[in-house]
């Protein structure tokens, strides 16, 4: 892969799959040691993902909810939404459903992609108040789908990556279609939403565009 020179975030993981072609990109702690991505099985899993959110019928512009504690999924889901040109929405896993909801309705979030069952649950509990929501994405593999809302709403992270890649295989061109789109975002395109707690009244979105992040 040619390199691509960095003018946006949603340049990174071309950057990096070309200049750090690594077979431990990045590790995660376990139990037993760690487990480790390379650069290929990382940049595949934001393309996959951003291609299977596309799937999802998320477009450029549009608001996606990233419910999570820091992980390497974090990362993969935040590239993912960049590369098609819309929104991340992060929000802090320890803020109740309440505070939960308000963000969601004041960005416009259409899906919301929750680390495990429990940031899930809360995202189901405020759900009939959100009429811009439209799919919950549920990041653990563990994720039980038969809980409050129809499963036809629902997926996990493993089953839309799966969606992004039988894309990738069926579509000629596709690829190269994900990678010119991406790499031609414009700096001053918006790129997250990021909601400060305030002391006083509801949270405010601070809105951040490609160009003030890198």
Avoid at 67 to 88: F, K, N, Q, R
Avoid at 96 to 124: C, M, N, W, Y
Avoid at 150 to 164: D, F, I, K, N
Wanted: proline share 5%.
């Amino acid at each position: 892969m040619v390199e691509t020179s960095i003018v946006t975030l949603a340049d990174l993981p071309f950057y990096v799959w070309g200049r750090y072609p690594k077979s431990a990109l990045v590790r995660r702690c376990t139990a037993d040691g760690y487990e480790v991505y390379s650069t290929r099985q990382f940049f595949d899993d934001i393309r996959d993902l951003g291609l299977g959110l596309q799937d999802l019928g998320v477009e450029p512009g549009e608001r996606v909810a990233l419910i999570s504690e820091s992980c390497p999924e974090w990362l993969i889901v935040d590239l993912a939404i960049l590369t098609i040109g819309a929104v991340t929405v992060p929000v802090y896993p320890s803020l109740p459903a309440a505070h939960l909801r308000f963000i969601l309705a004041d960005s416009g979030a259409t899906v919301a992609i929750a680390s495990d069952e429990d940031q899930a649950a809360k995202v189901r509990e405020v759900w009939a108040e959100l009429p811009n929501l439209r799919t919950l994405v549920v990041i653990s593999e563990l994720a039980d789908k038969a809980q409050g809302t129809s499963s036809e709403h629902e997926t996990t992270l493993v089953e839309l990556q799966a969606r992004g890649h039988k894309r990738l295989m069926h579509e000629n061109g596709l690829a190269r279609e994900y990678k010119t789109a991406a790499t031609t975002l414009a700096p001053d395109r918006l790129a997250t939403i990021i909601y400060a707690s305030g002391t006083t009244g509801d949270p405010k979105g601070v809105m951040l565009s490609h160009g003030a992040i890198v």
